[in-house]
Nanobody, 111 residues
Framework: QAQLVESGGGYVQTGGSLRLSCAAS????????MGWYRQAPGKRRELVAR???????VYADSVKGRFTISRDNANNTVNLQMNSLKPEDTAVYYC?????WGQGTQVTVSS
């Protein structure tokens, strides 16, 4: 079991950028897929992006071309670079290894 801790959330204006980081309490070399999900108020949690150990990535259509997921196996972190942010990106963002979940970090984008 891995403890996952997200950081990097905050408040930005439309068009701004944020970089989220997820630190795992154990090596992520043995974890095939890691991902970021988000949940907006009143909505279901949805996949934002995921990345395999080999570096294959999948993105939600709504974030393609704006968000980039990456993993640093040496430092046991998974990052999400978010550019050109929109108000509809406002949500709590969660990191997961598809067994465990972090506590979430709030991202708020003002219009």
């Amino acid at each position: 079991q891995a403890q996952l801790v997200e950081s990097g959330g905050g408040y930005v204006q439309t068009g701004g950028s944020l970089r989220l980081s997820c630190a795992a309490s154990r090596s992520i070399l043995s974890i095939n897929t890691m991902g970021w999900y988000r949940q907006a108020p009143g909505k279901r949690r949805e996949l934002v992006a995921r990345i395999t150990r080999a570096g294959w990535t999948v993105y939600a259509d709504s974030v393609k071309g704006r968000f980039t997921i990456s993993r640093d196996n040496a430092n046991n972190t998974v990052n999400l670079q978010m550019n050109s942010l929109k108000p509809e990106d406002t949500a709590v963002y969660y990191c997961t290894d598809f067994d465990d979940w972090g506590q979430g970090t709030q991202v708020t984008v003002s219009s």
